[in-house]
């Protein structure tokens, strides 16, 4: 699933004015309890055979439902699992997703964006895994083959709600041929935000050539938060929430803002990209035709953007020309947790309706799906990172780039905040990001976007300063 569009930012407080008629989750009269012998359940996910997400609609209804089914059958259970389909836009489906859960109907188990999670937690529409389908989840053997990093994207105020899907990480790309012309290692890891600069510095000199790509300004919308300035706002030490306040004019994100006036002001990447509406996928192409140096991104870009074959930006020599490094923090040990290295990272997670009728068997049937034969099956033979440790070493064995962001990237990597203000704030750092790049000085970069967040937030009481 993609972020929350910006307009879905108040969809949950607007349902209290919704009136509604209450439905049952199972739908079936036989006697609940970890001992039934028929039980009914249902799967709902933004996903449609023949429409969007299809493979994961045809996942379920192919693979999982009837091998679930006869699993039951095996321990003298009758089980009756349906799926519920939708294929529609992602503020439509967390809509619907809330006036369910609201209406304490909906299905069993529910696909949602990660990013919703804390949003319905406080809505008071979701509960504790472990609360709603009791002890045996936290001893589920699929916790061992998630990293807690992986974890967080399912958690909120450290209690588990929903089990990871997939998951990303974002690097620094690089283009090994450019690097050579400018006098640098074609097996460059960059340990600080200035050897970057230098980096950069050194590929100024090259004809026609950008040194370095960072998403900046609001056209390239969560790109610039998730790539851009969530991970060097990591690299500094800081987040956008933490300890129960969003971060205003904090150290860290005055240094994220001057790293951006740095690249921009100091002529090592190309202000005038950030403003296109078509920016990003500019800057993919600019990439792929040598004419960009360093670029961040997600693993989205290796395999979706200048992929040999599939790319929308093709690179015939991918393999041999783009090379890949750890975000570095700002110096070593200055980064979230007195991390070297960080990134962020987004995706998916499948949860519990905490008003199902079969919460034990409802767990059992969210813990089938993410067992590592299941989550295989869902991969249909692709190369996506999974959040199994287990399943990507051995569907990744054949991809460098991604095994690289599955072993060293997804164990220091940090998520958005799951809250109903996120979105907001997003946009109000990817206009200090816009001033920062256009010229701006940092103060005033930095006070504006306080200003603007502490309106979105509450006021001055739920801002870091």
Known sequence: MSAIPRRATGVLAALTAVALTATACGGSDEPAGKDAKNITLTVSANAIVGGKNATSAEWIEKWV????????????????????????????????????????????????????????????????LSEVAGAEVDSWEGWSQIPETVQGLGSFEEKRYGIPLGTDGRVLYYNKKLFAQAGLPADWQPRSWQEIL??????????????IQLNAGTAMGEATSMQGALPMLAGAGGEIFADGKWAGASQPVRDTLDLYAKIYGGGLGDPKLQQE?????????????????ILAEGDYFWRGVVHPKDGIAKMADRD??????????????????????????????????????????????????????????????????????DVNKEVLAGDPMLNFVAEKVLPITAYRPPLAAYPQVSVALQEATADAAAGKSVEAATSAYRKKVEGFVGGPGNVTS
Do not use: C
């Open 320 to 389: 041999t020309t783009v090379g890949y490094a750890l975000i570095p923090a700002k110096q070593p040990g200055a980064g979230i947790r007195g991390q070297d290295f960080v990134s962020m990272s987004g995706g998916s997670v499948r949860v519990l309706n905490p008003n199902s009728k079969y919460p034990s068997q409802a767990f059992e049937l969210l813990a089938f799906m993410h067992s590592a034969e299941a989550v295989k099956a869902e991969l249909a033979g692709a190369a996506r990172i999974t959040a199994r440790t």
């Open 277 to 293: 509406a078509k920016g990003r996928d500019k800057s993919f192409q600019e990439f792929a035709a040598g004419k960009i140096g």
């Open 198 to 211: 230098d980096a950069g510095t050194k590929l100024k000199a090259l004809p026609g050539v950008t040194p």
């Open 65 to 128: 439902i009837p091998r679930f089914v006869e699993a039951q059958k095996a321990k003298g259970v009758t089980a009756k699992v349906t799926f519920v389909p939708n294929g529609v836009d992602d503020e439509q489906y967390k809509t619907k997703l809330a006036l369910d859960l609201r209406s304490k109907g909906g299905a069993d188990v529910v696909a949602v964006d990660g990013i919703w999670v804390g949003e319905f937690v406080q809505a008071g529409y979701l509960k504790p």
